[in-house]
């Protein structure tokens, strides 16, 4: 069940057992994917692991239909105005710190107005656009927006036919090994009636097969090793249903964006259609056709339940009156039109992204007749004529609400009952979701979770468990994959060579693994990977010695325990290892020694793990400066939900997710971390113009505002936002466009 999701849930699929989403049960419409009036294929969408198990399929489709009955669709890749003004600055040769500032000022997105002007935008960047220089990139900018720049593959969309598909399509060999592309995108393909299947990659279905593998080689019970089956997890499982309506919802599937964190509170799942509610509900359908409050007044009990007629009540019983899926404004026309599923399915498609205005208005005709002739007339009919012509374009549909439920309940019940080998999982099938792994790292440690940092002696590529010392639960390892720049292959050459004997110095490394280059080798030692390596009697002995002398002639250094063996003497060792000793002296064994360096500082421990892994498994950057944060009159994350609703206060941490939807009238959302947790803030378009560049380009930041707590939904609605001094360490964002 894990291995495979179909995603418009067909009877077929239930029956093999691909999926677990009954559609009878659910009263799915069958018509929203196959009818006899779209004359067209079926919508074949199957939601695969991503990584090896997705292209294991993908291979499979290439041999059971040959390298020319198969391909993958094309993507045409056009010129946007960041990617413009990247190419066009380098064609006038500007430097690199010219182009980062550009590609900083010009974010794109979703939601644009005046102010988001590509010439404000250069402006912004500090480019004087009345120098002829200045003018001309200007001009190049915008030639080249939406030209074709490439032609790319679809990231899962396939076509298939029973004979030779270049014989009707050109085809190419895509850069990845393996592959074959058509030349047209998925459109056209669909327009000339090949038949089409996407085979998408979920990487949270690898992160729930990869957790099941950890859980059952590392977590036992009476003896035995656990086993957990995804198609037969407790229905109704407490931890989980009061983890979701605390919003505690940090690397959940579907659930742990900063909209749905703030719906949770108020919707309050305890059942699993509230789940399947919950993930459609942050969708621009409802929140376009301004669904999503009256929906939570009904939930309540705030807002009486009625519904637009009374026909209706059964196709918007479950959703309280409240249309949130794109198959109940079908059912909608084909119960107070007339309409026949096919006929429904035509105004979906009608309604699509290539809008007719005269298809558009003959459908409305259509659905007036047909109320009309069914006594539904005056301000019922436009009511129910505004719900579909407006929502329907943007419906999510049940069905794949349905199926994302179930992900989403499975993630949320392995994170709240195998939380180390769900956040190791999590960790070794990024990028994936909303967060950076550094928010994911932290979200754990706060959940209990001990981590471990990388270690040459244990760590293996992916993150693995470990037994914890102060836990029954295990602790997770940082896996070599963190590295930046170390290439796998080198480092699985490290993992085999260790298998054989342990490493017994830097030197022993650097011999033993050729394969790994200095820069690897000093990436490993700055972020404290080579620190016990060799852990000898001996080099205890050595490096008491050294660092007694260190203490002797810098006193003011950092206090380090007298047999530690730190990063600097690391760093000293490499040097050491990859200079060439001669036949003579490079085979003798050689135990590490401390070094003349002096310990690196907190700060400096902060900068090196960022800029080499992106992340920390120690202190969260803002806790080294808790003190002056509240001399400085600033509220931890954690301090929020105490106090009064109301108070204007101040928050400040690390920017972790910057968003500017559509659907938000210019507001920009920010979410802030610190040591305790997530702060949220609203940025008024007013005050995001004011203060754009700091909003845009500062990794911390201090947000002064009122406070909002409404049903334990919490927000600073910012009204003054400075930068803040707390580290040079190279954290990152999640901007989402």
Known sequence: PYTTL??????????????????????????????????????????????????????????????????????????????AAREMGKVLGFDDDTLKRISAAVATWEFKDEHDALDRRLRDAGLDLTHPRMRKYFELCIAARDIPRHLGQHSGGMVICEGRL?????????????RVVVQWDKEDCADMGIVKVDLLGLGMMAALKDSLELIHDHYRDHGKNVEVDLAHLPADDPAVYSTLQKADTVGMFQVESRAQMACLPRLKPVKFYDIVVQVAIIRPGPIVGNMVNPFLKRRQGREEVTYPHPSLETVLGRTLGVPLFQEQLLRMAMITANFTGGEAEELRRAMGFKRSEARMKSIEQKLRAGMTRNGILGDTQEQIIQSITSFALYGFPESHAASFALIAYASAYLKCHYLAAFTAALLNNQPMGFYHPATIVKDAQRHGLKMLPMDVTKSDWNCTLEPSAVSNQPAVRLGLKYARGLREPAAQALVRERSLTSFTSVQDLARRVPELRKDELTTLAEIGALNKIGNSVERQVMGRDCSMERRASSPGSAEMPASSFHRRDALWQVERAVRWSGPLLDELPEIDAGSPLAPMTHEERLVADFRATGLTVGPHPMQYRRAEMKQMGIYSASDLAHLQNGLRLRIGGCVIARQRPGTAKGMMFMSLEDETGIANAIISPDLLHKNRVTLISERFLMIEGILQNQDNVIHIKAEKILPLSVTQAETVSHDFH
């Open 6 to 83: 179909f995603r418009s849930n067909s009877a077929v699929c239930y029956s093999l057992g691909i999926t677990a989403v009954d559609p009878i049960g659910m009263e799915l419409l069958f018509e929203r994917f196959l009818s006899e009036e779209r004359g067209e294929w079926p919508d074949i969408d199957l939601d695969l692991p991503s990584g090896d198990e997705r292209e294991r399929v993908i291979q499979y489709v290439y041999r059971r239909y040959g390298q020319r009955g198969a391909a993958m669709t094309a993507n045409v890749i056009t010129y946007r105005n960041r990617m």
């Open 166 to 178: 270049d014989s009707v399509v050109p085809l190419e060999p895509a850069s990845m090994p393996g």
